[in-house]
């Protein structure tokens, strides 16, 4: 069969033709009313700014629909970092998306929280058995023995509850009381805080404190030295500088010894200079994040001593900078919070 004559002209225009069609970009995914998610009831805080036109995405990937392209110069909230490439975003009318973390794209304040969860730091002892003692719950000779301390244990003087029971910490992290009796226990432990009122040692704690703002960030930091804090070592820290008071050396047993004193309280508005609070896991920035959440179980993850006024002075990230000050109302460490309550 004869192949029919084409011109040299024509065969070139329609290469040319194809060509271009295969530069052209595939068309987006067009986005359906359905997949775009809208925040109403959160307030719109911008924490970020546009540097060049971005796609705004409906999940974090490049292969999800595009709302549309975040335009130079436009403020965004970004909430959360989904992974090393995108950011979970809300827009001016909250719109809840997401956009690239590059920084090409987006200049941004916001921080990403240490959420990991302390290992126990059991503080040095100052107190030894000198013969085998109950170990028990309370401080009652009818209270639950937890198990007997051995003769020649080392173990923590937390406080001195009354005349007949000291409050105390073993090796273990396990938190009791055990007789203050000389026939029992042997320690070089004192509490000349006591012998202040609670309001100039809550100032003496909170200026001991406010020395140290600025002083960066670790996550497990040491414990014999000050050139870095977490939350409970900072708080540790400020309580023994400020009015020689050793408290464990990590979160968790922080908010145990304070649940011993019993005074603690749920709302934080009820806390006076010198409290510590307590906080659980950051899940989310609005109060629908936390709507499920059973508070009683939590796990305490954060701690940082009250200022009154609505204001804490805690640390808890490299990137917001170490000791700092923070507005508990209104923001994530209202949600988050769990009690609060004296050391003593």
Same mark, same amino acid.
């Given at each position: 069969?004869?192949?029919?004559?084409?011109p040299?002209?024509?065969?070139?225009?329609?290469?040319?033709?194809?060509?271009?069609?295969?530069?052209?970009?595939?068309?987006?995914?067009?986005?359906?009313?359905?997949?775009?998610?809208?925040?109403?009831?959160?307030?719109?805080?911008?924490?970020?700014?546009?540097?060049?036109s =971005? @796609?705004?995405?409906?999940?974090?990937? $490049?292969? *999800?629909?595009?709302?549309? #392209?975040?335009?130079?110069?436009?403020? %965004? +909230?970004?909430?959360?970092?989904?992974?090393s490439?995108?950011?979970?975003?809300?827009?001016?009318?909250?719109?809840?998306?997401?956009?690239?973390?590059?920084?090409?794209?987006?200049?941004?304040?916001?921080?990403?929280?240490?959420?990991?969860?302390?290992?126990?730091?059991?503080?040095?002892?100052?107190?030894?058995?000198?013969?085998?003692?109950?170990?028990?719950?309370?401080?009652?000779?009818?209270?639950?023995?937890?198990?007997?301390?051995?003769?020649?244990?080392?173990?923590?003087?937390?406080?001195?509850?009354?005349?007949?029971?000291?409050?105390?910490?073993?090796q273990?992290?396990?938190?009791?009381? =055990? @007789?203050?009796?000389?026939?029992?226990l $042997?320690? *070089?432990?004192?509490?000349? #805080?006591?012998?202040?009122?609670?309001? %100039? +040692?809550?100032?003496?704690?909170?200026?001991?404190?406010?020395?140290?703002?600025?002083?960066?960030?670790?996550f497990a930091?040491s414990?014999?030295?000050?050139?870095?804090?977490?939350?409970?070592?900072?708080?540790?820290?400020?309580?023994?500088?400020?009015?020689?008071?050793?408290?464990?050396g990590?979160?968790?047993?922080?908010?145990?010894?304070?649940?011993?004193?019993?005074?603690?309280?749920?709302?934080?508005?009820?806390?006076?200079?010198?409290?510590?609070?307590?906080?659980?896991?950051?899940?989310?920035?609005?109060?629908?994040?936390?709507?499920?959440?059973?508070?009683?179980?939590?796990?305490?993850?954060?701690?940082?001593?009250?200022?009154?006024?609505?204001?804490?002075?805690?640390?808890?990230?490299?990137?917001?900078?170490?000791?700092?000050?923070?507005?508990?109302?209104?923001s994530?460490?209202?949600?988050?919070?769990?009690?609060?309550?004296?050391?003593?």
């Amino acid at each position: 069969m004869e192949v029919p004559f084409m011109p040299t002209k024509l065969i070139f225009l329609i290469v040319a033709f194809a060509i271009s069609l295969s530069l052209l970009p595939m068309q987006a995914t067009v986005v359906s009313a359905a997949e775009i998610k809208v925040n109403s009831q959160a307030t719109f805080e911008p924490n970020a700014i546009i540097l060049s036109s =971005v @796609s705004f995405r409906t999940q974090p990937s $490049t292969d *999800s629909p595009r709302i549309r #392209y975040l335009v130079k110069g436009e403020r %965004v +909230a970004v909430f959360e970092r989904v992974n090393s490439y995108w950011y979970k975003v809300t827009d001016s009318s909250k719109v809840v998306g997401y956009v690239s973390t590059g920084s090409q794209y987006i200049d941004t304040t916001y921080v990403e929280e240490e959420n990991q969860l302390e290992a126990d730091f059991p503080s040095p002892p100052n107190a030894t058995a000198v013969s085998s003692v109950s170990f028990r719950k309370g401080p009652d000779t009818n209270s639950t023995r937890i198990r007997y301390l051995k003769k020649g244990e080392q173990v923590l003087i937390l406080n001195k509850t009354n005349q007949y029971w000291y409050n105390i910490q073993d090796q273990n992290g396990v938190i009791g009381y =055990v @007789s203050t009796s000389s026939s029992y226990l $042997t320690t *070089s432990y004192i509490e000349p #805080y006591k012998q202040l009122s609670r309001a %100039v +040692a809550a100032q003496k704690v909170i200026d001991a404190g406010s020395r140290y703002l600025g002083v960066p960030y670790e996550f497990a930091s040491s414990r014999n030295d000050t050139s870095t804090f977490d939350c409970s070592d900072f708080v540790r820290q400020a309580f023994l500088d400020g009015i020689k008071q050793q408290l464990p050396g990590d979160s968790r047993n922080q908010a145990v010894l304070v649940k011993s004193i019993g005074t603690t309280s749920s709302n934080w508005q009820q806390l006076k200079k010198g409290d510590l609070v307590f906080f659980m896991a950051y899940k989310g920035y609005t109060p629908a994040s936390y709507a499920s959440v059973n508070k009683a179980t939590e796990t305490v993850t954060h701690v940082g001593i009250y200022l009154g006024d609505g204001r804490m002075l805690h640390t808890y990230s490299q990137a917001s900078g170490g000791v700092r000050i923070d507005t508990i109302a209104g923001s994530q460490w209202e949600l988050r919070f769990l009690f609060g309550g004296s050391t003593y």
